[in-house]
Nanobody
Framework: QVQPVESGGGLVQPGGSLTLSCAAS????????????MAWYRQVPGKQRELVAR???????NYADSVKGRFTISRDNAKYMVYLQMNTLKPDDTAVYYC????????WGQGTQVTVSS
């Protein structure tokens, strides 16, 4: 499908780590993948999606204040992949995490659930 495909979520204890992956699987997406920035968002029930991190086509990164110093976004254009390394996870990080193009947003995928709990 043209939508990004997120994976890598799961249950982790506070202070633990997870790495999320975002794949551009559709050939039409892959054709222009390297030309666009990508971003990770997260959403909890009843709240708007929150921008967590983004990476430009040149590799410039930006992070929400709540995750600075703990999360790292990266991309591998040869593999058409975007990653989010999440360290020192907190219960407040619990959410469904989504990736998408930025600024040219595509349809949203199903996301991947991250649950931080002891």
């Amino acid at each position: 499908q043209v939508q990004p495909v997120e994976s890598g979520g799961g249950l982790v204890q506070p202070g633990g780590s997870l790495t999320l992956s975002c794949a551009a699987s559709a050939v039409t997406f892959r054709f222009t993948f390297k030309l666009y920035g990508m971003a990770w968002y997260r959403q909890v029930p009843g709240k708007q999606r929150e921008l967590v991190a983004r990476i430009s086509s040149d590799g410039t990164t930006n992070y929400a204040d709540s995750v600075k110093g703990r999360f790292t976004i990266s991309r591998d254009n040869a593999k058409y992949m975007v990653y989010l390394q999440m360290n020192t996870l907190k219960p407040d990080d619990t959410a469904v995490y989504y990736c998408n193009r930025a600024p040219a947003t595509l349809s949203w995928g199903q996301g991947t659930q991250v649950t931080v709990s002891s």
